[in-house]
């Protein structure tokens, strides 16, 4: 079985530029997350989706981030403009619809912005 | 407020010894969900194990179980004959939500292991 895929695996860009990460779960997960890892810091969630709708983005700063799940499968998170607060590993996540079932990790995407 | 707290920022242990990396937990549910995740340099967080709330029975998962002492709220992973490849960080996770549609993990600041050989 295929795990959660995630592109690209690095990136650095500059303050004020834009950015795109592109999640994709593993086949038939309904539920997926975006968490931020800033180093020596837990995740912390940016973003819940169920198939293709929002379930919890509290903790999302909707002034410069967004994402989208189209059609319930792939995800794209994107901040724009970068700040230098926002260099962190961006984890993408997915789990089946049921209460006790873990969540798979992607690789991440590690983010540094300059 | 859900909070989880891991107290040991990093540990070391001997080569084929045990090791119990500590998780405390708040939560005024009654319902709920325990896990530990090991994410090594590469950086994917991968499951170990887990224990809900209701279960009576400690969660064991080859080396690794889990010593849940519900009134104490802790759930402590206990890693036993420590292996060099176990050297990551660890973090405690709770899912927080009864429903299945407002289930996400609340994590720890972590705790990185270091196996010596």
């Known amino acids: 079985e295929a795990g959660v895929a995630q592109s690209p695996r690095y990136k650095i860009i500059e303050k004020r530029q834009s950015v795109a990460f592109w999640c994709n779960p593993i086949s038939g997960h309904a539920t997926l997350y975006w968490y931020q890892q800033i180093l020596g810091q837990g995740p912390k969630l940016l973003i819940q989706?169920?198939?293709?709708?929002?379930?919890?983005d509290s903790q999302l700063p909707k002034d410069r981030f967004s994402a989208e799940r189209l059609k319930g499968v792939d995800s794209t998170l994107k901040i724009q403009p970068a700040k230098l607060e926002d260099s962190a590993v961006y984890l993408c996540a997915s789990r089946l619809r049921q209460v006790n079932t873990e969540a798979f990790f992607g690789q991440g995407t590690r983010l540094t912005v300059v | 407020a859900q909070k989880i707290t891991q107290t040991q920022p990093g540990m070391f242990v001997q080569e084929k010894e045990a090791v119990t990396l500590d998780c405390t937990y708040d939560t005024s549910d009654q319902s709920y969900g325990l896990f530990w995740y090991k994410q090594p340099s590469s950086g994917e967080m991968i499951f170990l194990i887990y224990q809900g709330s209701y279960d009576e029975q400690n969660a064991t998962e080859g080396r690794y179980s889990l010593n849940f002492q519900k009134a104490r709220k802790s759930a402590n992973l206990v890693i036993s004959a420590s292996q060099l490849g176990d050297s990551a960080m660890y973090f405690c996770?709770?899912?927080?939500?009864?429903?299945?549609?407002?289930?996400?993990?609340?994590f720890g600041s972590g705790t990185r292991l270091l196996v010596r050989p």
């Open positions: 989706f169920q198939n293709n709708g929002v379930v919890d």
């Open positions: 996770a709770m899912r927080k939500g009864v429903m299945d549609s407002s289930y996400k993990l609340i």
